[in-house]
């Protein structure tokens, strides 16, 4: 007698590997937390490439930095980087922005994790509402105990 599997139980791994195919899809979609961010972030694209091979924590600090000037200005950093003439948290990333918008790009928050622990603290607090002014006490009463800030 020759037995052969039903039809259906040779569909169960093309069915399971159709199950599994979309729940890594949704996964990687790049939604969830960063997917619903109350905040710009510039494309990788646009990063250098000392930038773009960094760890995600620190790419995603300079793309913050990049799209959203006017947040990292308002807040200081305590990393000491005021003796290179830092004057906030925006100067680690971005060294100047001339006339015409080309920015040229800051290495120290490569190698800082002060800077871009400031800086993921401020994307953290703006996702959870706060404003700016709340989120510069945060800064300051957190990392004071680092150095001086680079701000008044």
Do not use: W
């Amino acid at each position: 007698m020759n037995r052969t599997n039903p039809p259906h139980k040779n569909l169960l791994p093309s069915i399971l590997l159709i199950i599994l195919a979309i729940l890594l899809t949704a996964g990687c979609s790049g939604e969830g937390s960063s997917g619903d961010a109350s905040f710009e972030m510039a494309s990788m694209e646009q990063m250098p490439p000392d930038v773009q091979t960094a760890p995600v924590s620190v790419q995603q600090a300079y793309q913050f930095a990049f799209a959203n000037p006017d947040v990292l200005q308002e807040l200081p950093c305590y990393c000491g980087c005021g003796s290179m003439g830092h004057t906030s948290n925006y100067d680690c990333y971005v060294a100047r922005e001339d006339v015409e918008g080309l920015i040229t790009y800051d290495s120290h928050a490569l190698g800082c994790s002060i800077c871009v622990d400031i800086t993921q603290d401020a994307m953290r607090m703006l996702d959870q509402g706060k404003d700016l002014k709340e989120i510069r006490t945060y800064v300051d009463d957190t990392y004071a105990q680092y150095g001086s800030s680079n701000m008044p």
